[in-house]
């Protein structure tokens, strides 16, 4: 069985959702699921690419993608 590697990382400037703490939010990608994590309260949120394209607004207007998978 081969293990995955993920990393996590930190969004700066964020802002947990449940406590409110600037900087505490890390993002992590796995199996094409994202996660974010809180690690100050425990906040946990996931979610697919799908629900991530559903979630842009329709005049948004996207600078560039983040691939966490190409460093």
């Not at 990393?7 to 996660?35: Q, W, Y």
């Not at 100050?40 to 005049?59: D, N, V």
Request: aromatic share 6%; hydrophobic share 40%; glycine share 4%.
């Amino acid at each position: 069985m081969a293990l995955s590697k993920t990393k996590k990382r930190f969004i700066a400037g964020a802002t947990c959702p449940k406590c409110n703490a600037l900087d505490t939010v890390a993002l992590t990608l796995e199996n094409a699921v994202e996660t974010l994590n809180c690690v100050q309260c425990g906040f946990k949120q996931t979610q697919t690419p799908k629900q991530a394209t559903a979630a842009t607004r329709q005049f948004e207007q996207m600078i560039g993608v983040f691939d966490p998978a190409a460093d």
